[in-house]
């Protein structure tokens, strides 16, 4: 039965065993009488060294074949390695090449490679240092995600990819259709921004619910922080406020990243030291601080007096830039900052109004480096101000009709919010390209692999 390699690392138990292990070549040191082979399979950064020599059946006729990418299996025993590296090794008894691998045109040599070139080898990019560490770093965070909700109650829902209605009224959506002149759903119907509306209806029957799922947007954006697919986090509460809210998305945050210290504590010390320096103390500062929050209107007058010279000038009513975010917790605050209490201009229809008439009762918890990483809000629960504000802001009644008639039939307050998981990736890896923390990017013009 095959060993994981971070199990053969972690469990000292195993020494003085034979097992064996299968994985990929990352090197070889070929000598007269023996070799070196550093083999890895995935489950951990540091490789596997291997020590194969002369008394392994076929030795002569098997390690001229071996080459950087080719995968193989071992059957050894686990000794406590001599050297400084690593503290455990294989003696090998035997070899076995399972795939060989043409090192002339193997495109991942042992130097360092743009992540530019490695999305056009999307097929093989997994297997360097810097992808593998990202996607287990993802992984951890997609599980502690469920864990989270899960160990809290709440249901996790699939809410639907195709979709009618468009959550934030008035977004760039791709739209979905066939060759034939009649709609295939009837209707016009496109891919799904956001699970929340629907999420809003079992959260108004299941008390707490959330969504974890893809979504699409189809803004023609080829930054470093936008894709075409990417996927979000979305929980949903009955009877609950705005407080709620901030209170369970600072939890979340809190939670999340310190179980990625926990299970991913090699990657973790790779990404501070060869991907952004200072990434493991910025993250330290989020689970140990608390969130420093504050209204939209107190951040609008710390912005307008800091005398900093920001390229978007600031007024009330206007939205906040990632400069502005930025500098709130970066430099005054120095900690993640959560704004509440926004213009209601700026924000979409489903927010609830405040009694200011205003302002809507809508949060946004802000990080160091990346701004904005969660965006939420008390949803507007009263039929007749939920009506109005649609009708003001020309959106069908009939298009979201279920919607209203949820403010009709045993309505409460309910509230939720939006967290988009590859920015978590990004925050965690200190990643600068979010295109480089999805296993397969969509952005303009490229839907490879």
């Known amino acids: 039965m095959r060993i994981k390699i971070r199990t053969i690392k972690e469990d000292h138990g195993l020494v003085g065993q034979e097992i064996t292990v299968k994985g990929w070549v990352r090197t070889i040191r070929a000598q007269k009488n023996f070799t070196f082979i550093e083999m890895n399979d995935g489950s951990t950064l540091s490789n596997l060294q291997i020590i194969v020599d002369a008394s392994v059946p076929e030795y002569a006729q098997t390690t001229p074949l071996l080459a950087t990418g080719a995968s193989i299996s071992i059957v050894g025993k686990v000794v406590e390695s001599p050297g400084g590296k690593q503290h455990v090794e294989i003696q090998a008894s035997q070899l076995e090449i399972i795939g060989t691998c043409d090192p002339e045109s193997y495109p991942l040599q042992k130097k360092r490679h743009s992540f530019e ?10 297997r360097t240092n810097t992808m593998g560490a990202v996607m287990r770093v993802r992984n951890a965070l997609a599980f502690a995600t469920h864990r989270f909700f899960q160990s809290r109650g709440f249901c996790y829902i699939h809410t639907p990819i195709i979709t009618l209605s468009d959550c934030e009224g008035g977004g760039k ?12 759903f009837g209707k016009e119907a496109y891919l799904t921004v956001s699970g929340q509306l629907n999420g809003e209806i079992y959260a108004c029957a299941l008390s707490d619910i959330y969504t974890f799922g893809p979504t699409f947007r189809a803004e023609n954006s080829h930054t470093s922080r936008h894709l075409a697919e990417f996927w979000m986090i979305e929980p949903e509460m009955a009877f609950a406020d705005l407080k709620d809210d901030m209170d369970l998305a600072e939890n979340y945050l809190k939670t999340i990243f310190l179980e990625v210290f926990n299970s991913c504590g090699e990657d973790m010390e790779f990404f501070d030291q060869f991907v952004k320096p200072g990434t493991i103390k910025r993250l330290e500062n989020v689970i140990k601080e608390p969130f420093q929050r504050l209204s939209y209107s107190e951040a609008i007058t710390i912005l307008h007096n800091c005398g900093k010279p920001f390229e978007f000038p600031i007024t009330w009513g206007c939205d906040l830039q990632s400069e502005h975010e930025r500098y709130l917790c970066e430099e005054h605050f120095k900690k993640p900052v959560i704004v509440y209490d926004y213009p209601a201009s700026i924000k979409a229809f489903y927010m609830r109004a405040n009694e200011d008439g205003k302002t809507v009762a809508a949060m946004d918890v802000l990080v160091p480096e990346v701004g904005e990483i969660i965006g939420g809000s008390q949803r507007e629960e009263r ?14 009644r009939e298009h979201y009709w279920w919607y209203v008639e949820l403010r009709k039939y045993g309505s409460v307050p309910h509230a939720g919010f939006g967290a988009g998981f590859e920015r978590l990736v990004q925050f965690v890896t200190g990643m600068e390209n979010i295109r480089d923390v999805i296993p397969f990017p ?4 490229h839907a490879d692999f």
């Open 117 to 126: 070139f490695l999305r056009s080898i999307a097929h093989l990019r997994p």
């Open 173 to 184: 959506m791709f739209q979905v259709g066939t060759n034939e002149k009649i709609p295939f």
């Open 383 to 396: 039929l007749d101000v939920l009506v109005e504000k649609m009708d003001r802001m020309g959106l069908s």
């Open 442 to 445: 969509r952005y303009p013009g």
